[in-house]
């Protein structure tokens, strides 16, 4: 039994690992470089379209089940490819020393998207991998473990900005995003060859295994996972789009890019890290759908209260306060819908039933940042904020109706 949980620790630890290498390049292009497009003098239309960058993450479940085909059930292909994948990331970053913020903003973007299509094919072969290793209740454990590896890389890449290591020479921006996107890539080959002896969980039947062409189909015959898409759309598309807006805002309020880095990815991503121990400890207790329920209802309450006081309080203190309840807020939706894709995913096409699943998710992210310029700057901030108050107010009756104790026994926690 130690051995056995010497592994599960080992695999909750790669899972980190990987989740702080992959993340050191998004959290750039999240939190440094579209305030630097934006100082640079380009148009918010242009910044918010910078999200696009992310649509790998987005169509990745087009190509998981031919990563699945090749792979198989193996625990061992599935860890040398997540550490193959992770160090070619690292090595992807090199490829942006050549260009120019200043004046090749779509050549950056165009490699930033082969970058995010390395790493979202790592995502999946992680997927796999844990799929393959740990049984439901390992599974509920995993999401807590990647939003703090994720947080910890936003905080990095803040304190870094925030000295002027990134932000200031570009070169030498590149170059120390590479070194800190290998290093913890290197780590991931702590994850263990083989899996860890786990009890299956005797309170959840298994499901038939389906082909392909039917999977589809059975995800929106599962009435709860229907739900947890329309939570996707609701929540995570009133979180993207605040999220969409934020570098507009914070430099429009007077916000330099050290600064930024500062108060964005640092201490926002420090209560990211909370957040993430936070919705951990709350999936564990209550379930994921509880979870999903009570963290959508304190989003829409926060983007209320933004809304209402906008007028009173605009300015630097708005947006710090805006964006740490962003971040807070999304990092702590992530842990649940997170494990609620893993407990849901089973059967032969469990990896790409995973994928698509987070691919919805990624879907309404990246196209609610990449609209909330344009969206903001059409209907006003103030009902912008309204706008997202209630879709997160749709959202928490979504997830509150699926929490109920009838519902609850028919979906995974």
């Given amino acids: 039994m130690p051995d056995e949980n010497a592994k599960r620790w080992r695999i909750l630890t790669g899972v980190f690992a990987f989740m702080l290498a992959s993340s050191v390049p998004m959290s750039f292009f999240y939190y440094v470089f579209p305030p630097m497009l934006r100082a640079s003098g380009h148009s918010a239309e242009l910044v918010s379209a910078l999200a696009l960058v992310y649509l790998p993450y987005v169509l990745r479940g087009l190509w998981a089940f031919a990563i699945a085909r090749a792979l198989g059930g193996r625990a061992q292909a599935w860890r040398r490819a997540t550490l193959a ?23 950056i973007m165009a490699v930033a998207a082969v970058l995010f299509l390395v790493l979202a094919s790592g995502m999946t072969t992680l997927d796999g991998y844990v799929l393959a290793t740990l049984g439901e209740k390992g599974r509920a454990a995993v999401p807590g ?5 994720m947080a910890l890389a936003g905080i990095l890449v803040g304190v870094a900005s925030w000295l002027g290591w990134i932000g200031g020479d570009w070169r030498q ?63 995570h598309g009133a979180i993207g789009l605040v999220s969409g807006y934020l570098p507009v805002l914070q430099v429009d309020a007077g916000l330099q890019i050290g600064e930024i880095g500062l108060f ?28 999903l329920s009570l963290v959508t209802m304190l989003l829409a309450l926060s983007l209320g209260v933004a809304a209402a006081l906008h007028g009173l309080i605009w300015g630097r203190g708005f947006a710090v306060a805006l964006t740490a309840v962003t971040m807070l807020a999304g990092y702590i939706y ?18 790409t039933q995973a994928a698509w699943l987070s691919s919805c998710d990624m879907v309404v992210s990246i196209l609610a940042m990449s609209v909330a310029g344009t969206l903001a700057a059409r209907l006003g901030l103030v009902p912008f904020l309204v706008l997202c108050t209630l879709a997160a107010s749709g959202a928490a009756l979504v997830a509150l109706r699926q929490a109920l104790p009838a519902r609850a026994a028919l979906a995974p926690n």
Avoid: F
Avoid at 145 to 149: F, H, Q, S, T, V
Avoid at 279 to 288: L, N, Q, T
Avoid at 341 to 350: K, T, V, W, Y
């Fill in 264 to 291: 964005s990815a640092v201490a926002a991503n420090g209560l990211g890290l909370a957040g993430a121990v936070i919705g951990g400890a709350i999936v564990a207790r209550i379930g994921g759908w509880k979870s």
């Fill in 334 to 351: 992530y842990v649940p819908y997170r494990a609620l894709c893993l407990q849901s995913s089973r059967g032969d096409h469990a990896v």
């Fill in 85 to 107: 994948l992770s160090v070619l990331a690292a090595a992807g970053v090199l490829a942006l020393l050549p260009l120019d913020p200043a004046r090749q903003p779509g050549p």
């Fill in 173 to 235: 921006a590149v170059w120390l995003l590479a070194v800190m996107t290998l290093a913890p890539a290197l780590a991931v080959a702590i994850l263990p060859p083989q899996a860890p002896a786990e009890r299956a969980d005797p309170a959840t039947p298994p499901r038939p295994r389906l082909p392909l062409r039917s999977l589809w189909r059975a995800v929106w015959q599962d009435p709860a996972l229907p739900r947890l898409v329309l939570v996707s759309l609701l929540a």
């Fill in 145 to 149: 473990w990647g939003a703090a590896g």
